[in-house]
């Protein structure tokens, strides 16, 4: 087992497919110099060992990025293009949800359209409002897109190989701060499968359902909790499109109780569909109301100290998990 950091087992995710596979290329804005230059960054390394006509280094516009990926994808190859941050996807907005995502409809199910599309996501870096938010529920509400969000490196690397292997347009959006986050890694080759939640705590009080960066704060309120004597179950989604119901639905029938934990904005957030699910099939299983936690629906602060102010926190998951008991 390797110890290493979101952003370098994305790196060996791409790079190991690349090796496996000559059809897959990787292409954005400076994926091959400029900011990737970093070694902790996904593309670093790639455009020495590859060269230029599999890492391509494309203008600034989001719109010919995902056109691209659609295009090469029609023609047979496997693109993994990068949108440098979640809400630049709605400049391509057209390109991904017209056309990515129904292509296989229209054909009728008979041609694969194998497309995996990057994106940076997440505040804490002082980013500002319009790098900064999180737009994965506007992606999950689009039939024809898998939505796939990891929390942990080892994580990363097995779902981005799958997603690079599936012949569906997958979304794959990875959180700046966890580039930086190490974690245990499997040194052989491996894949996780789309649509699989992970329960990353066991426990017995309540479900506490998150994704993405969420997941550590979800482990700071645990941990606190355990020393009051209150048992958290931690549910990792993983994936929101396909969404694992199965591991959710278990999860709430055990304790009984389920706090939403996400990022993204209260409002309209993918929380509210977990939150819909559970009522609607566990409803009789639950010993309390369903708590979501999640951003005030304000833009991203750029200062500072408004940016951890507007993040959820552990106090703020405490203090709903107490609120249920």
Known sequence: MQQITMGEAVNQALREEMRRDEQVFIAGEGVGVGIHSNPKFPTFGLLEEFGARRVKDTPVSEAAIAGLAVGASVMGLRPVVEIMFNPFFTIAADQIVNHAAK????????????????????????????HSHNLEAWLAHCPGLKVVMPSTPADAKGLLKSAIRDDNPVIFIEDMILYFVPGPVPEEDYQ?????ADVKKPGRDVTLVTWSKMLGTAFKAAAQLEQEGISVEIVDLRTLVPLDEEAILKSVAKTGRLVVLHEA?????????????????????????????????????????????????????????KALL
Request: glycine share 14%.
């Open 192 to 196: 996780i499968p789309i649509g699989v």
């Open 103 to 130: 292509l296989r409809y229209l054909s009728g199910g008979k041609s694969k359209f194998p497309l995996v599309v990057r994106m940076k996501s997440g505040s804490g870096i002082g980013a500002g409002c319009q």
């Open 265 to 321: 904005t209260r409002t309209g957030g993918f929380g509210g569909e977990i939150a819909a699910l559970v009522a609607e099939k566990a409803f009789v299983q639950l010993k309390a109301p369903i708590k979501r936690i999640a951003a005030p629906d304000i833009p991203v602060p750029y200062s500072k100290p408004l940016e951890e102010f507007y993040l959820p926190n552990e106090k703020m998951v405490i203090e709903g998990i």
